[in-house]
């Protein structure tokens, strides 16, 4: 179904949110009230949603894709990927065996929201 709007139009307009911003679409910390607010107006706007799907390939005409153990092919021109976060935590060891006292906070821990991090920071600099 075509809609009236780009994804970027529509995060813009609504959120004042661009794609350059690097903010993830929908993350599950979102605070409850906006997310739910934001997963509405996609849905009314006909961006379609496919949340625990494996993409096995991109084609000019096309998405293929498996969702649980089904092969689903889906005709598109546009394709927008909203992909989950990993903590990344590689510095941790080497400098605590280098002898630096290391506190991991915020996503290198766990991916979560800016509040978490930010009151780990706190927290750390105030051990300090």
Not at 38 to 57: I, M, Y
Not at 70 to 93: F, I, M, Y
Not at 99 to 124: C, S, T, Y
Request: hydrophobic letters at 45%.
């Amino acid at each position: 179904r075509e809609t009236s709007m780009t994804l970027q139009q529509f995060l813009e307009e609504r959120f004042g949110v661009s794609a350059e911003s690097g903010m993830p679409l929908v993350p599950n910390q979102t605070f409850y009230s906006w997310r739910k607010k934001f997963l509405k107006e996609l849905e009314q706007h006909g961006v379609l949603q496919l949340p625990a799907t494996r993409v096995t390939a991109i084609t000019a005409e096309a998405v293929e894709c498996e969702k649980q153990g089904e092969k689903v092919l889906l005709p598109a021109d546009t394709v927008v990927c909203a992909l989950g976060a990993r903590s990344v935590n590689e510095l941790a060891e080497p400098l605590k065996t280098a002898g630096f006292e290391v506190r991991v906070i915020g996503d290198a821990v766990k991916p979560r929201n800016i509040m978490e991090a930010v009151h780990e920071g706190f927290l750390a600099g105030a051990a300090v």
